[in-house]
Nanobody, 123 residues
Framework: QVQLVESGGGLVQAGGSLRLSCAAS????????MGWFRQAPGKEREFVVA???????RYADSVKGRFTISRDNAKNTVYLQMNSLTPEDTAVYYC?????????????????WGQGTQVTVSS
């Protein structure tokens, strides 16, 4: 497993942008598929976006056209650029990794998780 640490969360006004980062330990990062999930207060954790080891991506409908995932294998880091944020995007955002390398939206396929970073969007 890799150890994952998220950063970049914070408070932003509606319409604003944030970029989250997820730094991974270990030398096997490049084989991992990586995903971002989020959990809003009182709600279940949900899929946001994922990127495969080969760079293919999958987005939840709610974030298509606004969020972009990318990865830099040289830096062992995956990024989530979030634009046009709305209060509905307020949540704790979690980074996750799957050794299988896919870009699955299924949480059960991920074997490494970060501690989460809070994103709050004010109206």
């Amino acid at each position: 497993q890799v150890q994952l640490v998220e950063s970049g969360g914070g408070l932003v006004q509606a319409g604003g942008s944030l970029r989250l980062s997820c730094a991974a330990s270990g030398r096997t990062f490049s084989i991992y598929g990586m995903g971002w999930f989020r959990q809003a207060p009182g709600k279940e954790r949900e899929f946001v976006v994922a990127i495969s080891r080969g760079g293919s991506t999958r987005y939840a409908d709610s974030v298509k056209g606004r969020f972009t995932i990318s990865r830099d294998n040289a830096k062992n880091t995956v990024y989530l650029q979030m634009n046009s944020l709305t209060p509905e995007d307020t949540a704790v955002y979690y980074c996750a990794g799957t050794r299988g390398g896919s870009y699955t939206s299924s949480q059960g396929n991920y074997d490494s998780w970060g501690q989460g970073t809070q994103v709050t969007v004010s109206s």
